[in-house]
T-cell receptor, first 113, second 118 residues
Framework: QKEVEQDPGPLSVPEGAIVSLNCTYS??????FMWYRQYSRKGPELLMY????GNKEDGRFTAQVDKSSKYISLFIRDSQPSDSATYLC?????????????FGQGTRLTINP | KAGVTQTPRYLIKTRGQQVTLSCSPI?????VSWYQQTPGQGLQFLFE???????NKGNFPGRFSGRQFSNSRSEMNVSTLELGDSALYLC?????????????????FGEGSRLTVL
């Protein structure tokens, strides 16, 4: 079983739809939760960053962390064709004095005009 | 502020050859990490360097090695290339302290070096 599970998709939705991307994890030590966006032939870029449980909003993007369920989500409102990319969740913790950072598989998202 | 720069962007090698990839981190970032990205395996951690020392290492064979210079620039080397080494190799830098519990894991990635092994 992978430490971080993310549905690879692909996910295709019409423009303007609300998109929900999710990851589950098994290690309760994770404290920092991130979402990266990766356009085709580019490196990942940090999109959202949250610490511990709760919500964080940035424009059309909302990141949600539920540590009790070991579940994180990224919501995209009013989705645009420019949001078409692969979205990777990532989470980190300090374990036995070393930082551990684990990425999900990535979900490929296409927003259709 | 310049981002993470990786060279070369594309390269083609044959089995048995070796390759060296280069990464210049964001100014002020002392940590450099390397990842291999393939469609089937996703992002897999290779190693991390901090202040010229390898701090973390993933589960890759000894053919994969790296180093970091005093100016934080980093190189990774793959010897005796195999077909399965074809991938996008990503370098990421971060502001990080010597105390792991203060580090959050925010990474800034370069655009990658796409390696094809024939």
């Amino acid at each position: 079983q992978k430490e971080v599970e993310q549905d690879p998709g692909p996910l295709s939705v019409p423009e303007g739809a609300i998109v929900s991307l999710n990851c589950t994890y098994s290690n309760s030590a994770f404290q920092y939760f991130m979402w990266y966006r990766q356009y085709s032939r580019k490196g990942p870029e940090l999109l959202m960053y949250t610490y511990s449980s709760g919500n964080k909003e940035d424009g059309r993007f909302t990141a949600q962390v539920d540590k009790s369920s070991k579940y994180i989500s990224l919501f995209i409102r009013d989705s645009q064709p420019s949001d078409s990319a692969t979205y990777l969740c990532a989470m980190s913790a300090t374990i036995q004095g070393a930082q551990k950072l684990v990425f999900g598989q990535g979900t490929r998202l296409t927003i259709n005009p | 502020k310049a981002g993470v720069t990786q060279t070369p962007r594309y390269l083609i090698k044959t089995r048995g050859q070796q390759v060296t990839l280069s990464c210049s981190p964001i100014s002020g970032h002392r940590s450099v990490s390397w990842y291999q990205q393939t469609p089937g395996q996703g992002l897999q951690f290779l190693f991390e360097y901090f202040s010229e020392t390898q701090r973390n290492k993933g589960n890759f064979p000894g053919r994969f090695s790296g180093r970091q210079f005093s100016n934080s620039r980093s190189e990774m080397n793959v010897s005796t290339l195999e077909l399965g080494d074809s991938a996008l190799y990503l370098c990421a830098s971060s502001w990080t302290s010597g105390a792991p519990h203060l580090n959050t894991g925010e990474l800034f990635f370069g655009e990658g070096s796409r390696l094809t092994v024939l």
